[in-house]
């Protein structure tokens, strides 16, 4: 049995809590969120390393905006926003979210 305490426990109770309250998903709004971060992501690699953390806001929102239609593209959202948060921004595929919620539209 798991442990109710458990990170993993608490993100499903979490997601379970927000399923409920949330309006269905907007891809137009993800692909807004995820285009800021994008951009951020670049001023925090020019010399304002402060808007890393704006860009990875607007990651959390975007997967909050993702969650209620399309909850296995807001855990790919989730996984890359974990990643920019351990790298510190070095690395990131963010475009590649953006085509990927292009090809959702197109269904």
Do not use: T
């Not at 309250?21 to 690699?45: D, N, T």
């Not at 974990?82 to 539209?105: A, H, P, T, V, Y």
């Amino acid at each position: 049995m798991a442990c109710k305490n458990c990170p993993k426990r608490r993100f499903e109770k979490k997601r379970e809590v927000i399923m409920k309250k949330l309006r269905p998903s907007c891809l137009e709004c993800v692909k807004k969120h995820i285009a800021q971060a994008i951009i951020l992501l670049k001023e925090s690699i020019s010399g304002y390393p402060e808007h890393l953390w704006l860009a990875i806001g607007h990651l959390a929102e975007a997967e909050e905006e993702s969650i209620k239609n399309y909850p296995q593209f807001a855990d790919k959202i989730r996984k890359d926003r974990l990643e920019l948060m351990n790298n510190k921004g070095e690395e990131s595929n963010l475009l590649l979210l953006i085509k990927e919620i292009m090809e959702l539209e197109k269904k």
